[in-house]
């Protein structure tokens, strides 16, 4: 799993990966980028956005979904945060298959 600023739509490579992102207090975006080592077989991706809080303890924040096609190989899709903080996110089949997972971190400005 990758965050970057933008994905090409052409080849699904990222633009300005990183695992840092600054947002603005009104909130902001980013992508998140799955790139699969075989077809993701399913019609649609569950994407489960956790806040990580200081213990380590993960928090659920929010469910968003992708619509795929089952021979896909990479999906993105953008993220809106509006708090600050650490992030796991996970991305599972619409049959609740683990795809892969990721972390990251938002700042305030």
């Not at 933008?6 to 080849?11: A, E, G, L, P, R």
């Not at 469910?63 to 999906?75: A, E, I, L, R």
Request: charged residues 30%; negative net charge.
């Amino acid at each position: 799993m990758i965050f970057c600023e933008k994905v090409s739509q052409q080849d699904g490579k990222p633009e300005k990966p990183s695992h840092i992102f600054r947002i603005s207090r009104d909130g902001g975006f980013f992508q998140v980028l799955a790139v699969l080592d075989k077809p993701v077989n399913t019609a649609e991706v569950k994407i489960d956005i956790f806040k990580v809080d200081e213990n380590g303890k993960e928090i659920f924040d929010a469910t968003v979904s992708v619509k795929t096609q089952p021979d896909w190989v990479w999906f993105s899709k953008q993220l809106n945060f509006y708090k600050g903080g650490d992030y796991t996110v996970y991305a599972y089949t619409a049959e609740d298959k683990l795809l892969c997972t990721g972390m990251v971190k938002v700042i305030l400005e």
